[in-house]
C-alpha cells in the first residue's frame, strides 16, 4: 500500500515570550493565518483522507483551513504534542501507507526527518523545518521510501 504522509509544522505564531497565556493556546500571527490559508491549495491535491493536529491551537488553526476544504474531521491527537517525538514517529509509522497529514511542532518534526534519514530513506532537500512547512513522507507497502521538503506556502 502506498500513501504520502505529510508532515506539517505549525505555521508561524506570535512569540512564545511575547505571549502571557498557557502556551498550548497560543495563537497564529497573522503571517501564520496565511500560511494556513495557503497550505490548502498546496496540500489538497494530495487528496488526504484524514488531518491529525497536535492540540495546541497552533497547530489546530494551522490545518483547520485545510480540514474544512476538505470535508473532514479534525483530529486532535496527544502523540504530536510537542515533547513527544517519539510517540510521534510510532505514530507515523502505523500511518504509513495512508495519505494523511499531520501537523506537530518543530522539535518533532526535526527529530523525524533525522530519525529517517538515520534509518536510510532517501532524503529530498535540506534538512529544514521552517514554521508552515512541510515534509512529504512517500510510502512504499507501508515503509517510509523517501522524504521531500516542501516550503512554507506564504513567508511574508
Known amino acids: 500500500m502506498n500513501g504520502t504522509l505529510l ?7 506570535g512569540s512564545r515570550h ?3 497565556g498557557d502556551d498550548h493556546d497560543r495563537p497564529l500571527s497573522p503571517r501564520g493565518e496565511r500560511q494556513a490559508a ?4 498546496l496540500l489538497a ?4 483522507q484524514r488531518v ?5 491551537e497552533r497547530c489546530v488553526a ?3 483551513p485545510l480540514a474544512e476544504h476538505l470535508g473532514v474531521a479534525l483530529e486532535r491527537v496527544a502523540e504530536l504534542e510537542e515533547g513527544r517525538s517519539g510517540e510521534a514517529i510510532r505514530l507515523l ?3 504509513a501507507g495512508e495519505t494523511v497529514v499531520a ?15 538515520e534509518r536510510g530513506v532517501a532524503i529530498d532537500g535540506a534538512e529544514r523545518w521552517q514554521k508552515g512547512s512541510v515534509w512529504a513522507l512517500d510510502t512504499h507497502e507501508g515503509r517510509f521510501v523517501r522524504a521531500s521538503y516542501l516550503p512554507p506556502p506564504d513567508r511574508s
Open 38 to 41: 495557503a497550505l490548502v491549495a
Open 7 to 13: 508532515l506539517v509544522r505549525h505555521a508561524h505564531a
Open 52 to 56: 491529525l493536529t497536535s492540540p495546541y
Open 103 to 117: 501537523c506537530s511542532h518543530g522539535d518533532v518534526v526535526q527529530d523525524t526527518v533525522l530519525t529517517l534519514a
Open 62 to 64: 494551522t490545518v483547520t
Open 45 to 48: 491535491p494530495f487528496s488526504p
Open 93 to 95: 509509522g502505523v500511518l
Open 18 to 20: 511575547d505571549w502571557d
